[in-house]
């Protein structure tokens, strides 16, 4: 009931920014992919937000085509946004788009992904991601006991997408807790593959993780354990699981994951997942509609972070919102009880 609250008196704030400067302004809303389910719900609760505000909102899903996401970034300026709220392919692809925003004095929130080699990004929005990475590492350094346990456990690791900046702040956050265990001797890798561009997963997809997972069993084809599985968000984790389901014997491992995506979720209850961070996007959406209206109406824009996300041309200002642990212990409260869930979307 707490978080539906908080929930609510971010919503009724958002509506009493925006609703005065709304009429006639027109936003655009630049998502991926609907390949992803949180990208679904993500553009949608932007876009149901703003048209309560009263804007007129331009969502476009890019079907992870990174052309495809310039042409529509571009076409979004040209036909008379004047913000546009971008969650990039790939973070340095939008140069040119980016470029003419700033021509023709349009104002560009990157959304959860930072857009990167531009001095034309405004905001970026997004949740503590290097805080995400050391919930799942800590999560692992918890569970194995690993100050007191003798060990040696073994660990494999499956990062996120090179092309998405985030993907090495969760990687990051989480190694910063598990590395020093892994230079002990206490952790072992026995893939060996520990570096970020060793463990990456191109595009966050499943199928990507499954296979490269389906490759690293085989350094267990001897019948030796894995005792965790550091996995980066629920669409890599589902891979891997998938992975372990058809070539795996040994006792199932702990497996960590991001978003509380529903087939996670499911994974969670039946014991397959053993977490998820969760990334309310309502409080994410809510958050951007709120900017979006202090844009637009000339107020201060709030940003709580000036200092951390370097895009290589200017640190752009930001809002971090806060992630939240998730498990099969607290997944009522968290998912079904605050309404981001049904009891039928998880059964």
Not at 136 to 145: A, H, M, S, V
Not at 168 to 197: R, T, W
């Amino acid at each position: 009931m707490k978080k539906f609250l908080s929930i609510l008196l971010c919503l009724l704030m958002v509506m009493s920014c925006a609703s005065v400067v709304a009429e006639g302004q027109k936003v655009g809303v630049s998502m991926p992919t609907k390949d992803l389910q949180r990208w679904n719900q993500d553009g949608e609760n932007m876009k149901n937000l703003l048209e309560e505000a009263g804007y007129e909102v331009d969502l476009q899903f890019a079907s992870n085509d990174v052309q495809q996401q310039l042409n529509q970034v571009t076409n979004m300026i040209n036909s008379g946004c004047q913000v546009v709220v971008i969650s990039a392919i790939e973070g340095s692809s939008l140069g040119s788009a980016l470029d003419l925003a700033k021509e023709k004095g349009v104002k560009v929130i990157a959304y959860d992904r930072l857009l990167m080699q531009s001095d034309a990004v405004d905001y970026y929005a997004t949740f503590d991601n290097y805080k995400v990475g050391t919930v799942q590492g800590t999560y692992i350094k918890e569970k194995l006991d690993l100050d007191n346990a003798e060990g040696p456990f073994a660990l494999e690791i499956t990062a996120g997408d090179p092309g998405d900046n985030n993907a090495l702040y969760f990687y990051s956050g989480a190694m910063d807790v598990l590395k020093p265990y892994i230079d002990a001797g206490k952790l072992v890798v026995k893939s060996g593959q520990i570096e970020f561009n060793d463990v990456a997963t191109p595009t966050w997809k499943t199928e990507v993780a499954q296979n490269r997972a389906t490759t690293v069993l085989a350094n267990y084809a001897d019948g030796s354990n894995i005792d965790a599985w550091l996995c980066s968000n629920d669409s890599t984790a589902l891979g891997v699981i998938n992975a372990l389901e058809d070539n795996y014997d040994g006792e199932w491992p702990i497996i960590t994951g991001q978003d509380c995506d529903k087939s996670n979720v499911k994974k969670m209850i039946e014991g397959k997942q053993s977490m998820s961070v969760f990334k309310d996007t309502r409080t994410l959406a809510a958050q951007v509609v709120k900017m979006v209206g202090q844009i637009l109406s000339g107020a201060e824009v709030d940003v709580n972070d000036t200092t951390t996300y370097d895009n290589g041309v200017k640190v752009v200002p930001s809002f971090l919102c806060e992630p939240v642990f998730g498990s099969a212990d607290n997944y009522m409260e968290l998912l079904i009880d605050s309404g981001y869930y049904t009891l039928e979307d998880i059964q």
